[in-house]
């Protein structure tokens, strides 16, 4: 008989931060025009913005990333906090 074991690998699995994201309902030149990029970029761009901006923010990933046992494709606010905490230090520790 084989044992599971769960810990918190299963519940937050290791994020693909090369997938495309948008990060969207910030200014761009003289619009609020979606950036377009990796998810890294976009939680760095986020990261950036002034608080105002940070909660207007709305990041959309290519596909589904799993945090704390929850699997989403939207983040806004806490959500997108959440990821910034995640986020490996230096870009050429995310691999490509």
């Known amino acids: 008989m084989t044992e599971a074991i769960w810990g918190d690998t299963t519940k937050t699995p290791e994020i693909d931060w090369r997938m495309s994201a948008a990060l969207e309902n910030v200014p761009r030149g003289d619009g609020d025009l979606p950036e377009v990029t990796n998810l890294a970029g976009a939680v760095r761009a986020w990261v950036d913005l002034d608080p105002e901006h940070k909660a207007a923010a709305v990041l959309t990933t290519e596909r ?7 699997s989403s494709t939207s983040f806004a606010g806490d959500g997108i906090a959440s990821l910034a905490e995640r986020l490996p230090a230096s870009p050429s ?4």
Do not use: E, F, N, T
């Not at 520790?93 to 490509?96: C, K, L, T, V």
């Open 64 to 70: 589904a990333v799993l945090i704390d046992g929850v």
């Open 93 to 96: 520790s995310i691999g490509g």
